[in-house]
């Protein structure tokens, strides 16, 4: 299916990296977006502790986003944050169901569907992620593990909702592995007809983002397959010229 009419989205995790020194690596960003077309969106979901001043460094091309919430709004729930609470910080998106969250914090499905819930509850599009284990690669589940993730993970999208999906396959996470064009084709396509599947004309729209070992060097090759919408970059995010490098592929 052409998704020609759906806008890239550059997103970089910064995962737990980053310290108010790292600031100045927003500031580079900033700037050179400047000297880029403005037709594809950009974004970084740093630490939570970051999200208030790299959103007052933001300016007008950068999204700055945050890397998992609780599903409540408020409460006894020590440690944790909420979408409302990243919403007022300056977030405007929030990855859920990373396969480190999922494996790291034992969170399962339904709860990343909570979660995804609770972000289009505080107005804050989910980026909600998916992939396979290299077992499940090697078995041939590839396609399967995806689908049946995601069926479970997925929100009820109301009217004015949106969402990202996130193909990350846990082998590929910075590993410097990637998987072929065409792996990544079938799975995008695989992901897209669930969308449409679940989410009706709405669902062609949808951005599918790639990530796992997404670099400079291989950003305009996976940016030009078919149903990837953009990439979600872990360690290539964390310097402004690796992921201005990425973003340039995608406006080019
Ligand atoms: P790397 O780009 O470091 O492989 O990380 C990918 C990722 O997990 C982004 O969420």
Redesign the pocket.
């Known amino acids: 299916m052409v998704t020609g009419m759906v806008r890239t989205l550059i997103?970089?995790?910064w995962?737990m990296n980053g310290l108010k020194s790292s600031l100045s690596e927003v500031e580079k960003i900033v700037s050179a977006l400047d000297s880029h077309p403005d037709n594809a969106d950009c974004l970084i979901?740093p630490p939570a502790t970051l999200v208030v001043p790299m959103q007052d460094r933001a300016g007008a091309r950068l999204n700055v986003g945050a890397q998992s919430c609780h599903p409540e709004a408020f409460g006894a729930f020590t440690g944790d944050l909420s979408a409302e609470q990243l919403k007022d910080a300056g977030a405007s998106y929030v990855?859920v169901g990373?396969?480190?969250r999922r494996s790291e914090h034992g969170e399962r499905s339904a709860y990343v569907q909570e979660q995804a819930h609770a972000c289009l509850r505080a107005g804050i599009t989910p980026i909600v992620?998916v992939g396979e284990s290299y077992a499940q690669k090697q078995r041939g589940e590839t396609k399967d593990t995806v689908v049946r993730i995601l069926r479970k993970s997925l929100p009820t999208l109301g009217s004015n909702d949106t969402l990202v999906v996130?193909y990350?396959p846990l082998w590929?996470?910075?590993?410097?592995l990637v998987p072929s064009a065409e792996e990544i084709a079938e799975v995008h396509l695989t992901i897209r007809n669930l969308l449409v599947e679940l989410y009706q004309d709405r669902g062609a729209d949808l951005r599918i983002l790639y990530?796992?070992?997404?670099?400079p060097g291989n950003a305009a090759e996976i940016l030009a397959i078919d149903n990837v919408n953009g990439g979600?970059?872990?360690?290539?995010?964390l310097k402004a010229d690796d992921l201005m490098a990425i973003y340039a592929a995608a406006v080019a």
């Open positions: 997103a970089g995790n995962k979901c990855i990373h396969s480190e992620c996130a990350e590929a996470i910075g590993t410097g990530g796992g070992s997404m670099k979600l970059i872990g360690g290539a995010s």
